[in-house]
C-alpha cells in the first residue's frame, strides 16, 4: 500500500510541534502569571483537537477514501457513508476545540469530549493490528492526546 507521508507530518505538527511550541512561546512572552497547565490545555485543545479534527472531519466528508484507504486500508467504497458521518462529528468536535480558545470556560469540557474521542480511538488501533506506517501514527498520537487531556482535566480539577 502506498503511504501518505503527508498525514504523518501533518499529525506531528498539530499533535506535537504546534502546540509545544504555543506553550513555549506564550511562556517567553508571558510576565509573572504563567500557568504550564492552562497554557498546555488551551493550546492542545486549540491544535490538537480543534484544528486536527476540524480538518480530518473536512477531508472525510470530501473525500472518504484517504481514511477508509490510506489509514485503515479498507477497500470498500460502501463505507463512504460512515466515513462522511464520522467527519461531521469530527468538524463538530474540532470546532468545539477552537471555540475553546476564545471561551475558556469550554475548556474542561472540550478537553473531556476530545479526550475521551482519542482515548477510545487510541485504545481501537491498540486493539486492531496496525497495517500501515499512518495507522501507527495515528495511534500513538491519539493516546498521547488522551494523556495530556487527562492530566489537563485532573490539574484542573484538583488545582
Known amino acids: ?42 493550546w492542545f485543545l486549540l491544535w490538537s483537537i480543534g484544528v486536527r479534527l476540524l480538518t480530518a472531519g473536512l477531508k472525510q466528508v470530501v473525500n472518504p477514501w484517504f481514511t477508509l484507504q490510506a489509514i485503515f486500508n479498507i477497500n470498500n467504497c460502501e463505507s463512504y457513508v460512515v466515513v462522511r458521518e464520522l467527519g461531521i462529528s469530527n468538524i463538530c468536535k474540532g470546532l468545539v476545540g477552537i471555540i475553546s480558545f476564545f471561551i475558556p470556560q469550554w475548556r474542561v469540557v472540550g478537553a473531556f469530549m476530545g479526550g475521551l474521542y482519542f482515548g477510545i480511538a487510541g485504545l481501537q488501533h491498540i486493539i486492531k493490528k496496525q497495517d500501515s506506517t499512518n495507522e501507527r501514527v495515528a495511534m500513538f498520537s491519539d493516546v498521547f492526546l488522551f494523556i495530556i487531556m487527562t492530566t489537563y482535566i485532573l490539574h484542573m480539577i484538583y488545582v
Open 1 to 42: 500500500m502506498k503511504i501518505n507521508k503527508l498525514y504523518p507530518y501533518s499529525i506531528i505538527m498539530l499533535m506535537f510541534i504546534l502546540p509545544i511550541a504555543s506553550v513555549i512561546i506564550e511562556r517567553l512572552i508571558s510576565e509573572k502569571n504563567f500557568a504550564l497547565w492552562d497554557s498546555v490545555g488551551k
